[in-house]
């Protein structure tokens, strides 16, 4: 399991007991049938709870709703009568790929739209256990089980359990479950503390918050939250793990805060990775998707270990540029970002020998420069999409390997055109040669 996004003290309770017919008799959950259902998709909640979806959660409902799977999800808590936590359950455990969709419209109406779509809104009691559809004991609180064992979630539905205490603390490093001490769950290779509110976090670091928890799940191929499953973060910093984190592991910003995480590999620069655990202490595993500068990008995501900095400091080498990575996480107000290498389109200039430079994308962010792996064509039938074949100094073009240039100089025949709109990086304009 990993962390994911902040944790809403309201989220257990209210995915637990949410569906508009507990309300009002008026209120009630439908499924539209219309072609588009409305700038906020197919959803169809009566009443106040409608009114407030649409002034609070439009973006979730709109979201799920393309989704069919989501749409049975909704459908399926719906129908749980209030307060029966075991149907709620049973719907996780049948939907768990819905999960990344479902749990964000779910989430937002137990908390902007309490009083209008969910009944007896209130965040769960530390002191007290969960009712046992939820298992056998208390994660936050540690009651429930025998001397010794530690109450730890054990699936993607929340569903808790008694295992063997182990002798690890926050941000101590794990595999598993049965080292960590109580009251610590092994999340991204490290301990580290259950809560339920970030008033539960504040022993642990000044920057630490509540975050949601979240497990991966085979069958959907990714990662989905589990409910009611928060964990403190580390509040480490990522050029620097080693200050907050265990042997071995290394410091992830996510969100407005950070994580330790193991394990950790020795990956740096492109083609060190396939997952952050390949990557060195202080790197991370990006993805990138190349674009060319002409409008055209390619259909090949590579994957780069880069080392992570800070925006508008000077973290990087001057030869390179703190690029802001996708959600802009921060650590106590400062954004990090990775150095990227401010190579040359033209001439390869920065780029290690059998790469290539060209203008990327880090999930989503605006284009920069970087090296990735390249090939030796020149010219016509030389490149296909699906890869990275031309030549340094060259892109594909349908199908062609063209040179760049940023002048007539750069061009054989002495002809460069320039993209059309205007395609610069770090304030030089390029083209292609004619």
Request: aromatic share 6%; net charge negative.
């Amino acid at each position: 399991m990993r962390a994911s996004k902040r944790l809403s003290p309201l989220l257990a309770i209210a995915l637990a007991v949410f569906a508009c017919n507990q309300i009002t008799g008026e209120s009630s959950l439908t499924f539209d049938g219309g072609d588009d259902g409305g700038a906020c998709g197919s959803l169809d909640y009566s009443g106040d709870c409608q009114t407030c979806l649409q002034a609070n959660c439009c973006s979730q409902a709109s979201a799920c709703s393309g989704d069919s799977g989501c749409t049975a999800f909704q459908q399926c808590v719906a129908g749980c009568g209030p307060g029966n936590q075991s149907c709620y359950t049973a719907c996780v455990k049948d939907n768990q790929c819905a999960l990344p969709l479902g749990v964000p419209l779910l989430e937002c109406l137990g908390t902007a739209c309490a009083a209008s779509c969910a009944a007896a809104a209130a965040a769960p009691d530390a002191g007290t256990c969960l009712p046992v559809e939820y298992g056998v004991c208390n994660q936050n609180s540690q009651c429930g089980c025998p001397k010794g064992q530690n109450c730890v979630v054990s699936d993607v539905a929340g569903d808790t359990s008694c295992v063997a205490a182990g002798a690890g603390l926050d941000n101590a490093p794990c595999t598993e479950a049965t080292q960590c001490a109580l009251g610590f769950a092994c999340q991204g290779g490290a301990c580290l503390p259950f809560c339920a509110t970030d008033a539960n976090c504040t022993k642990f670091g000044a920057g630490s918050r509540c975050y949601e928890a979240g497990g991966y799940v085979d069958a959907c191929s990714s990662f989905v939250p589990v409910p009611g499953e928060g964990v403190c973060s580390s509040d480490c910093d990522p050029l620097d793990p080693k200050a907050v984190c265990g042997p071995a592991l290394t410091c992830h910003p996510s969100g407005e805060t950070s994580f330790c995480a193991g394990p950790t590999g020795t990956g740096t620069g492109p083609n060190g990775c396939s997952a952050s655990s390949n990557c060195a202490i202080g790197y991370d595993c990006i993805t990138y998707t190349a674009g060319y500068g002409n409008g055209t990008t390619s259909e090949l995501q590579r994957t780069t270990c880069e080392p992570y900095c800070r925006i508008s400091y000077t973290d990087c080498p001057s030869t390179q540029t703190c690029t802001p990575l996708s959600g802009s996480p921060s650590v106590d107000g400062v954004a990090y970002g990775v150095c990227t290498i401010n190579c040359n389109l033209v001439t390869g200039a920065g780029c290690p020998t059998g790469s290539s430079c060209l203008p990327s994308s880090p999930q989503g962010q605006s284009a920069f420069t970087d090296c990735v792996q390249t090939g030796t064509a020149i010219g016509a039938d030389g490149c296909a999409a699906t890869g990275f074949n031309c030549a340094p100094g060259y892109f594909c073009d349908s199908g062609t390997c063209t040179k760049y240039c940023r002048t007539n100089s750069d061009c054989p025949s002495g002809s460069c055109t320039q993209f059309s709109p205007p395609f610069s990086v770090e304030g030089v304009t390029y083209g292609s040669c004619e």
